[in-house]
Nanobody
């Protein structure tokens, strides 16, 4: 089995920064790719950023390109999302997802950006 747990959410003013972390445990060697998703109230869950198992390939939603950076430290089985220049429209619950032989979603962490 595979488990992921997010941390690092919180309240920040517009223009500020936050870093989210996602710690994986269990069958971590089976992970092929990981990603960050978010879901705002009344909206569908959307992909924010994704990263391959070796960290060499990343992809971002157009809305966060140039502001967010996804990375991973395989030695720590942890993925990160550095979020800069946060805007109120970034307010959402952010979820970590890991997939490979198993698929796992975290419980989510709230990010609130005040104007």
């Amino acid at each position: 089995q595979l488990q992921v747990v997010e941390s690092g959410g919180g309240l920040v003013q517009a223009g500020g920064s936050l870093t989210l972390s996602c710690a994986a445990s269990g069958s971590t060697s089976s992970i092929n790719a990981m990603g960050w998703y978010r879901q705002a109230p009344g909206k569908q869950r959307e992909l924010v950023a994704g990263i391959t198992s070796d960290g060499r390939n990343t992809n971002y939603a157009d809305s966060v390109k140039g502001r967010f950076t996804i990375s991973r430290d395989n030695a720590k089985n942890t993925m990160y999302l550095q979020m800069n220049s946060l805007q109120p429209e970034d307010t959402a619950v952010y979820y970590c997802h890991a997939r490979g032989v198993f698929s796992s979603w975290g419980q989510g962490t709230q990010v609130t950006v005040s104007s």
